[in-house]
């Protein structure tokens, strides 16, 4: 397993319902280098009694690390909620109790690049040391890498970077020739995935995002081409994580789930990325 980009299974790939131990011991059996881990997630375990140190100890007895934390959402409104302004000071005490550089982050709403440029730099600016991964998704205000490009030319900010993701850039129809290595180096990380041929309707493509998507090598997407394209241009991601949102995986439980999507995830990689195992 490579240490330098460590195969991370996503937070929300292992559901809501999983309690923090139980997702490290499940990730490290499966052979995970590393979990995702929501802001809810972590109160989830807070609530549950741990303290920090205990989840700490948790890791260790595992040998396991927290290796991406998300997800700040809301932070180009205009009138910020407590919860949010709340949550997003979570996930920097998280990323610096678990040691790790980036937050995730994504945005529903459709602004102006101009506001949501100023937004972007005002949340850089809170995030200090910490690393501002934007998510491109093609139902949200940040609907594609050139996008996300755009506004963090637009912000000025040197702490704001971008997520690639294969079933975002499939469902974008974005082509998978068009990363220079400028481009490289806004990209923090990846996250592999897979998607049915035919998307749902454009109205409720969220939904087969949070509850539908497929492992790599299940579905449509030409995974040994967008990884080559990673590559050719450069790319060193911090993790590769697996974000695979699926209903159906988890109704045949969490091991079952993580065991699969680490097979199909290897299997995938040491044909195209070898590096990455």
Known sequence: ?????????????????????????????????GIG??????????????SDEELLQILKKYQ???TEIECVQAWAAENRSYEEKFKEQICFHMCHLFGVKQVNVALMESCSLAYMAEKLAQLCQRAGDLLIAIEPMPYSGIVD?????????KSQATNARIILDAWHWFRADQTFDQLTAEDAKLIHSIQLNDAYKRPYASMVLRQEAMHDRLAPGDGAIDLATFTAMVKNAGVNPAIIGIEVVSDQLLNQGVETAANYLYERTAEILSKNWPAAL
């Open 64 to 66: 396991m690390k927290v």
């Open 145 to 153: 890498f050139a996008t996300a490009k755009a506004l963090i030319k």
């Open 1 to 33: 397993m490579s240490k330098e980009m460590p195969l991370t299974i996503s937070s929300l790939t292992l559901g809501s319902e999983c309690s923090f131990e139980k997702r490290v011991r499940v990730a490290a059996r499966a052979g995970f280098a």
């Open 37 to 50: 881990l929501t802001a809810e997630a972590y109160v989830d375990a807070l609530a549950e009694g741990y």
